[in-house]
């Protein structure tokens, strides 16, 4: 995030943890608990809100994202272990609908292939791109073939400041899998159910739809797939649960981002899909 977006990423990395650790501190406290802060999750959470959000975002409103992913999200309930939905994309979500035009500015990028009659500089992602050029009746706004691909997958697109590198996060998850701190199913049913999706659309409208390899690369899903969705508090305890997760998890940002309102909807996908745990966990 720093080789990309510079020292905006250590600020709004500093800005959510320490705001994320200070919130459950004081919360704790008015709410007579025992301290909590030595486990470390406050800061996973500040972590993962601020790869959530986009690099020129005002500190004040990170810090007001932390606060609503610790203390409603996360204390009201009764801390770590009994809050239902994942509380840094809470926090994102309260940002996205409280600060719709700071949560979706972002800066310029270069198209690695541009199409003619593109300005190869722009301040939207490729989803937005996409999503404002088919809206409005217009071709796919650029060509994604194999250089593009290699570029997305390293980093070299607009985003927010922990989704961009799918190499990164790639190595962090298998990280996590080698340490056995999550597991292979929501991951794996998330990304293919994904990749099935958007193969599909493809195939049947390759004029307005590019291959699934552009929609594993962009957006938030592998952030998403291995860093969010596998949260084992809001996640199902079985395997066959994990599973069905998973798929929910890959078919409703596909919905949002064929048909909805929004470029993107990784975020919304989750918070959906943590509803259904209770569910999923009596099923199966």
Known sequence: AV?????????????????????????????????????????????????????????????????????????????LGYNPFNPALIGRV??????????????????????AGVDALTTATPLGLVKTALGAGKPLPFVFD??????????????CIGEVSVLALLIGGLYLLWRRCISWHVPVFYLGTVAVFAAILWWVAPARHFNPLYHLLTGGLVLGALFMATDMVTTPVTKTGL??????????????????GYPEGVSFAILIMNAFTPLLNRMT
């Open 146 to 159: 194999g250089a593009a691909a290699l570029q997305f997958f390293v980093g070299v697109r607009n985003g």
């Open 3 to 79: 080789w990309r977006f510079g020292w905006d990423a250590l600020r709004l990395t500093a800005v959510c943890v320490v705001t994320c650790v200070a919130a459950e501190f004081v919360s704790r406290r008015a709410m007579r608990r025992e301290r909590s802060i030595g486990d470390l999750s406050a800061v996973v959470t500040g972590l993962l809100l601020a790869f959530n959000l986009p690099p020129a975002l005002a500190s004040w409103m990170a810090a007001a994202g932390a606060l609503v992913a610790i203390v409603i999200a996360k204390q009201l309930y009764g801390g």
């Open 243 to 260: 599973a069905v997760f998973g798929v929910g998890c890959g078919v409703l940002p596909m919905v949002i981002r064929t048909w909805g």
């Open 94 to 115: 309260f940002l996205l609908i409280s600060f719709p035009v700071a949560m979706t500015t972002w800066s310029g990028w270069q198209i690695p292939v541009p199409a």
